[in-house]
Structure formats: C-alpha cells, structure tokens
C-alpha cells in the first residue's frame, strides 16, 4: 500500500511540474520589449494594456514551425467563430524580415509582435517555453485563463472562449 501511495504521489507531483498555471504575467515578462510591424519597440504591458477589457487569444508561433503551420488553420477557425476575442501573434522568428514575410504569406489577421528577447528573454522564461505553438487566453480582467495550451482542440483553450 506504501509503494502505491508513493507512486501516486511521484507522478502527481510529475504532472503538477509539467502542468504549472499562472494567472497573471511576472513583472519581468510585462517589461519584455516586443518588435511591432512597424519596427516600433513595444512592452508586453502596453500590448496588455492595449486590449484591456477583451478576451485575448495569444499564439506563440514562428513562421518556420511546422506544428504552427499546421495548427495556423485551427486558428484561423477560431478566429473565424469568435470574432469578439483579440488574437494577438507572438512570434519567435529569428529576423523581421523573415516574420514580417511569414505574416504576409500566411495571410494571418491579428496583432503581431516580435518576441525579440527569444525563448530565453524574460517573456519566454515567463512560459518556460520548451515547445511552439503555445496558446494562451487572457481574459476581459486581465488574467491569464489558459497557459500552456499546444493544441487549438484543448477543451480548456475551447471552453475559455466562449
């Protein structure tokens, strides 16, 4: 009985490691500076702050990810069904040029920025990124719903939408 409670409790602890949620973003991962479109310097905060009182769906992709290549259909569905929720692209592309490309050829609709400080920076520190894409939802109150989502299909990313 000692080995099973033992073996209950190891993986329990496991899955709680793999599975950390956060409700609202570290100072650090506010203060991360971002590349818009325009080659403008942008915080995360401001970005935050610029779609304050809507529900956000955040994609953390880059253009040469093939499961966010494959997932970019999801998306765009979602997208397509609930046209009142923000989507907000945060992009790991090594260079502008590149991401700016991706976007156009992609055609994606939404607000994009550059994650300049890449998967080590303050923001991907933040999500302890080991994987893209990675999908998150803020909702209208500025706190952090879903957090660690890599599927489109996550009943929990689904239910946060509605």
């Known amino acids: 009985m000692k080995h099973i409670f033992l073996v209950s409790l190891f993986v329990s602890t496991l ?3 793999q599975n950390r949620v956060e409700t609202e973003f570290s100072e650090a991962a506010l203060n991360d500076a971002f590349v818009t ?18 529900t956000v769906f955040i994609d953390v992709w880059a ?8 997932g970019l259909p999801s998306v765009k569905a979602l997208q397509a069904k609930h046209s009142e929720v923000d989507f ?10 590149a991401w700016r ?21 303050a923001m991907g520190t933040f999500l302890d990124l080991d994987w893209i894409p990675r999908y998150m939802i ?4 500025g706190t952090i719903k879903v957090f660690n989502a890599i599927k489109t299909s996550d009943i929990t990313l689904i239910n ?3």
């Open 37 to 54: 479109l325009n080659g403008d310097s942008i915080l995360f905060k401001t970005i935050l702050e610029n779609h304050q009182g809507n």
């Open 160 to 162: 946060n939408l509605k």
């Open 15 to 17: 899955l709680s490691c």
């Open 63 to 70: 253009s040469w990810c093939k499961d966010c290549l494959e």
């Open 101 to 121: 490309k991706g976007v156009d050829r992609l055609e994606i609709k939404g607000d994009h920025y550059l994650m300049q400080s890449g998967w080590k920076g």
């Open 88 to 97: 907000v692209y945060l992009s790991l592309d090594k260079t502008q040029k």
């Open 138 to 141: 803020i909702d209208k109150q």
